[in-house]
């Protein structure tokens, strides 16, 4: 499967919800999104720009779990491109053993809640991190994505194919805070960034 995506900062939740319900969007998920990534301890998926991710959605005591693989990113035009294949996964507790097993090392985490609608082809994701900027993802084939975007009101100058990463260091300047993107780093836990030096090859597929 192809993923295309923007995304960018969003500047009223509320009102930006409001303005592509008003559109016509469906919310499809409102939850806790987290995201556990996985790479071996040469980070030989990381230096093919690869990314190994479990993915779990939780709410009301109902959790899906995903397993996803995303190839090289591609810029086309203005879009984030990548290869995604994902499959879901019953017992995650025992596919973690099972990477674990296999020599591979959890290297991230990313936790959020999120708002998740679908609109006319795109999907349109609202996502709300402990301690960092709202996020809009929009992800679909291109005329769909640019239609999103018209519905949710923001400047189209204002989205971008950033990785998360690039948010988090926009974010940390502009404010002179340390962002946390995980429940670990809320409380002030930033073993995997500060394994890797501060800024130094922080780098986040999403």
């Not at 995903?66 to 879009?79: H, I, M, N, Q, S």
């Not at 989205?159 to 780093?185: K, M, N, P, Y």
Request: with cysteine.
């Amino acid at each position: 499967m192809r993923e295309v995506e923007l995304k960018a900062v969003v500047d009223n939740l509320a009102e930006r919800r409001k303005l592509i319900e008003k559109a016509g969007a469906l919310l499809s998920f409102e939850c806790k999104m987290s995201d556990r990534r996985y790479d071996l301890a040469t980070r030989q998926l990381s230096a093919r720009d690869e990314v190994l991710r479990v993915r779990r959605y939780q709410s009301r005591g109902q959790t899906k779990t995903f397993l996803d693989w995303k190839g090289p990113t591609e810029l086309r035009d203005v879009y984030k491109v990548r290869e995604e294949v994902t499959t879901p996964v019953e017992d995650f507790g025992s596919l973690e053993e099972i990477l674990l097993r296999l020599g591979f090392e959890l290297i991230w985490e990313i936790d959020r809640d999120i708002a998740q609608y679908q609109l006319g082809g795109a999907t349109v994701r609202f996502e709300t991190y402990a301690r960092m900027d709202v996020l809009v993802e929009v992800e679909g084939e291109p005329e769909a994505i640019e239609n999103a975007i018209d519905a949710l009101g923001l400047p189209r100058g204002t989205f971008t194919s950033w990785r998360l990463a690039e948010f988090v260091a926009q974010f940390e300047h502009r404010t002179g805070v340390r962002a946390a993107i995980s429940d670990h780093e809320f409380v002030g836990d930033y073993r995997f960034r500060d394994a890797l030096g501060r800024g130094e090859g922080f780098r986040i597929a999403n």
